[in-house]
């Protein structure tokens, strides 16, 4: 029994990249009475060109022998983590908390086994699998479901802390850095189920996401960073190495060579409050980047907290609406997003740009990085513009040889009449406006949702908007993509 509750803790601390794949070493060995209370090291050799080393420890325990863990590596002390773990991984960018983050050199390292407690004549078999990487993509943090179940997700894309220009009140009522478990605190309070904290051109605050996510085992934290530049801010989540932002410098010299590392890098490209102003007033706020690959951009944020707050209302010259369907139109498919742009975790719940609010809302296989990132590429996607926690809109399109769902395509005759199926929960039926090509159309909605429209000889888009009997804008759909057989 106790051998099994190893194994058990062993593959829930290890990450779920490595649970399945060969280790690249493995070393056994046997902790002996001599061994009590001595630290008996494991040298091992780490070739050139490792981005993330993984230990998987495991050892018997049925002779009362305990086995601590720490590690060196050619150059220094990399951490202990004592018997509090049978796994860690660590990167240049990130690592498990008890290790230090930083460049893994090419050498001899050292496993250190600390020995409390070995009975005089017992043996006891350990074994540590080593796992080597060559190329970090999004393994910096658990990849584990927090929940393995379909459904859809809630959370906030855009959030900032201490670690770039994030602040709030500290216990005497003065302003200063926020830390990162203040935001994670606050999206937790707000019923969130993920994520991602996006401090500009940094990597620093994944350490602290790492050591807070098995604490907040409902609600995901995502990896991501906002590339800031001076041509226009992006978001990208799921990657954890570094990416240099010096765009049009001769490292970075155009927006191509960035979505290249982005995209090589595994992340998720995501364009944020692309109609700002770009200035003086907010240098590189506005999205200017000339030579924008749009077929390489994942998705783009429609409604931004901050600027909802500016200008009173989710609609207004700071909308980022008019931009993304502007896209649209020339063909590309790129899902709406929003983010808080939250840099006060203690902004009251109800003002614009506080935590969560907008929320994205993810249709999701499960409740994980990369689930959630597959269901922002889908455009399995709404916005929340009140984060009401409820509310839900989907729709799905069906023509005589295809059907769809939002985020999807159709292909369809020209000509051919497409059935249109809304799904509302929270909102009136009447009070849903859809949106063809970026022009608003009347077609009758029945008790069900259903609704008709033809297909033309041209591509072409429908999605919906849902607002209240005041006209205000509450819920904003992604599209389905009408495509001509």
């Avoid at 959030?159 to 605190?185: E, K, N």
């Avoid at 429209?453 to 919906?464: C, D, E, F, I, Q």
Wanted: aromatic fraction near 8%; include cysteine.
């Amino acid at each position: 029994m106790v051998r099994w509750l190893a194994l058990i803790l062993l593959f829930l601390s290890t990450p779920a990249w490595a649970q399945d794949r060969k280790p690249d070493l493995v070393l056994a060995g046997q902790i002996v009475g001599a061994d009590n209370q001595t630290y008996k090291p494991v040298a091992f050799d780490v070739p050139p060109g490792v981005t993330r080393l993984t230990v998987a420890f495991d050892y018997a325990r049925d002779q009362k022998t305990v086995v601590d863990l720490g590690l060196m590596d050619p150059v220094r002390f990399r951490g202990w983590s004592g018997g509090n773990k049978q796994g860690f991984t660590l990167a240049a960018e990130d690592a498990t908390p008890s290790y230090l983050p930083g460049p893994l050199p090419a050498g001899r390292w050292t496993l250190l086994l600390g020995v409390p407690n070995a009975r005089p004549a017992s043996s006891a078999s350990y074994e540590a699998r080593i796992f080597f990487d060559r190329d970090d993509g999004a393994k910096g943090l658990p990849a584990a479901p927090l929940k393995a179940a379909p459904g859809w997700y809630r959370g906030d894309l855009h959030m900032h802390t201490a670690h770039s220009d994030g602040s709030c009140l500290t216990q005497a009522g003065v302003r200063a850095p926020c830390p990162v478990y203040r935001t994670v605190t606050a999206a937790g309070a707000r019923g969130l189920d993920f994520i991602a904290i996006t401090d500009h051109n940094t990597t620093s605050h994944y350490e602290a996401m790492a050591e807070l996510q098995p604490a907040f085992d409902k609600l995901l934290l995502i990896p991501g960073r906002e590339v800031t530049t001076f041509q226009g801010h992006a978001n990208v989540f799921g990657s954890t190495g570094f990416i240099d932002f010096r765009l049009g410098e001769p490292t970075v010299p155009n927006i191509k060579a960035l979505q290249e590392a982005v995209a090589a890098a595994g992340g998720l490209f995501s364009i944020n409050h692309p109609s700002s102003p770009s200035g003086e007033v907010c240098m590189g706020c506005g999205w200017t980047a000339p030579g924008t690959d749009y077929d390489e951009v994942q998705a783009i944020e429609v409604a931004n907290g901050g600027s909802e707050r500016a200008q009173h209302g989710a609609e207004g010259p700071l909308s980022g609406v008019p931009f993304w369907e502007k896209q649209l139109n020339a063909g590309h498919r790129i899902t709406a997003v929003g983010g808080s742009d939250n840099h006060d975790a203690g902004l009251a719940p109800d003002v614009a740009g506080s935590v969560g609010r907008p929320t994205t809302v993810v249709h999701a296989d499960a409740l994980s990085t990369p689930a959630i990132l597959a269901g922002l590429r889908a455009g399995r996607v709404f916005i929340d513009l009140d984060a009401s926690g409820d509310r839900l809109l989907d729709l799905a399109a069906k023509s005589a040889k295809d059907q769809a769902v939002m985020g999807g395509v159709l292909r369809v005759k020209a000509g051919e009449t497409v059935a249109f199926t809304a799904t509302l929960v929270g909102g009136d039926l009447k009070e849903l406006q859809i949106v063809r090509d970026g022009v608003v159309v009347n077609p009758p909605i029945g008790p069900d949702g259903t609704f008709r429209l033809p297909a033309g000889k041209t591509a072409s888009w429908v999605r919906l908007n849902l607002r209240d009997d005041k006209g205000r804008l509450m819920l904003i759909g992604n599209p389905i993509y009408l495509r001509p057989l």
